[in-house]
């Protein structure tokens, strides 16, 4: 692995029961690339993701994320990735700045009070700040985990359906953050079913079925969603067709 190298899987494979949800995935990602996971329900995509955020010990195989082993120093692996998954893993009976000042905290950061406002501020959060997460609409907490999940500036940042539920507006700074953190050079790895929101920057796109990486592709949106869609109507296992 080079210093140019922001995630590195080797030979991954992790099973729920009988049931394998990773089959030997090796996966290597440089530094500042966007890249897109895709499959359907059940390909191993959120898996993958939970693996690379130690989240899920894989049952084999190694994960290093920015030059560090996460099975061996969990902590420092963490502080370099951003998570933002299915759920938002929010406190609810605390506010949306209570949230932020916790995760600053756990992070150790300088200037804390400084980077909490400025993140409540690009979130569109400033009016709802001090309220109860709890109150808020499943938009308004997707803003605010994205917040949190950026407040420590991670070189890594990891995204499991974040459209998933969005309102049009919640949607729309999700996508404007992307394009944001693409054009700033920061990793991106992100599974979605949502082929038209987002996808600005993407450098590779990385087909996984049953728990295997099928195939990659590059190209704009445009081309790959008519490669997926092929893949979709086809075989479970897919065809070498869809390589071209």
């Excluded at 506010?95 to 400025?118: C, F, I, K, Y």
């Excluded at 700074?173 to 054009?183: G, I, K, N, V």
């Amino acid at each position: 692995m080079t210093a140019d190298t922001a995630v590195v899987v080797e030979n991954v494979e992790k099973w729920f029961g009988l049931n394998p949800a990773l089959a030997n995935i090796s996966l290597s990602v440089p530094r500042g690339e966007f890249v897109v996971l895709l499959g359907r329900n059940g390909a191993g995509k959120s898996t993958l993701l939970r693996v690379m955020a130690r989240l899920v010990r894989p049952n084999r195989g190694r994960v290093r994320i920015c030059g560090v082993e996460i099975d061996q120093d969990p902590e420092r692996g963490r502080e370099r990735i951003g998570l933002v998954a299915h759920q938002t893993f929010l406190y609810p009976g605390l506010t949306a700045r209570e949230n932020l000042r916790l995760h600053a905290r756990l992070h150790g950061l300088e200037g804390a009070a400084q980077r909490v406002a400025a993140a409540l501020s690009e979130a569109g959060l400033n009016l709802s700040a001090d309220r109860p997460v709890r109150g808020f609409s499943r938009g308004m907490q997707q803003r605010l985990a994205i917040a949190r999940a950026t407040l420590h500036e991670p070189e890594l940042v990891l995204l499991d359906e974040p459209f998933t539920g969005l309102d049009l507006e919640a949607a729309e700074l999700l996508s404007e953050r992307l394009r944001q953190w693409a054009a700033a050079g920061r990793t991106i790895v992100m599974a979605t079913h949502n082929l038209e929101q987002g996808l600005q920057g993407v450098s590779r796109w990385i087909l996984l079925d049953r728990g295997r990486i099928v195939t990659e592709w590059t190209g704009d949106s445009a081309a790959v969603r008519g490669r997926y869609r092929r893949f979709l109507q086809a075989s479970p296992l897919g065809s070498g067709s869809l390589r071209n």
